[in-house]
T-cell receptor, first 110, second 116 residues
Framework: RKEVEQDPGPFNVPEGATVAFNCTYS??????FFWYRQDCRKEPKLLMS???SGNEDGRFTAQLNRASQYISLLIRDSKLSDSATYLC???????????FGAGTRLTVKP | GAGVSQTPSNKVTEKGKYVELRCDPI?????LYWYRQSLGQGPEFLIY????????DSGLPNDRFFAVRPEGSVSTLKIQRTERGDSAVYLC??????????????FGEGSRLTVL
């Protein structure tokens, strides 16, 4: 089983749609969780951290379910500029060691 | 303010050759990571340094891969006897000493390695 698993997509949605991505992780001792965004041929950049109580940043909402070892990202009112690959990131077997999922590709169309 | 710098940005080599990829992290960042990313895949963890020491090298695929960070700043990823399967983008990232729930990895633009 992979340490971090994501639905690869692609997700093709119209502008204004709401879209949700899921991610599961295998290490129950993981403490830190993140969503990163990667544009085509660019480096990954932090989108948001994921807190135990869930957190929101504008149109983006992240949720964590420790019992199910599951993380989600919800994007409301999708914009064309949201088109990218979204990477789920979990700290691995050492505290600062970070493992990435394969990414979920999103395309927002006019 | 300088970000993470990686050189070369592109490297084409022949099978069997030796390659070095360099990473210059953000000044003051004690943690440094190497990842490898193939097309359509997420970054695959290779090695993590805390200061000069390799805190976790469990992601190095085999003994042809080696990385050093002798002074706790610049790091070099070394690949011996390159194989076609080593072709990928090699990403370096740095962070402040402790990540915690608000930690962030800062990535360089990567070194694209092509083994012919």
């Amino acid at each position: 089983r992979k340490e971090v698993e994501q639905d690869p997509g692609p997700f093709n949605v119209p502008e204004g749609a709401t879209v949700a991505f899921n991610c599961t992780y295998s290490n129950s001792a993981s403490q830190s969780f993140f969503w990163y965004r990667q544009d085509c041929r660019k480096e990954p950049k932090l989108l948001m951290s994921v807190y135990s109580s869930g957190n929101e940043d504008g149109r983006f909402t992240a949720q964590l379910n420790r019992a199910s070892q599951y993380i989600s990202l919800l994007i409301r009112d999708s914009k064309l500029s949201d088109s990218a690959t979204y990477l789920c990131v979990v700290n691995g077997y050492n505290n600062n060691d970070m493992r990435f999922g394969a990414g979920t590709r999103l395309t927002v169309k006019p | 303010g300088a970000g993470v710098s990686q050189t070369p940005s592109n490297k084409v080599t022949e099978k069997g050759k030796y390659v070095e990829l360099r990473c210059d992290p953000i000044s003051g960042h004690t943690a440094l990571y190497w990842y490898r990313q193939s097309l359509g895949q997420g970054p695959e963890f290779l090695i993590y340094f805390q200061g000069t020491g390799a805190a976790d090298d469990s992601g190095l695929p085999n003994d042809r891969f080696f990385a050093v960070r002798p002074e706790g700043s610049v790091s070099t990823l070394k690949i011996q006897r390159t194989e076609r399967g080593d072709s990928a983008v090699y990403l370096c990232a740095s962070s402040s000493s402790t990540l915690g729930p608000t930690g962030e990895l800062f990535f360089g633009e990567g070194s694209r390695l092509t083994v012919l």
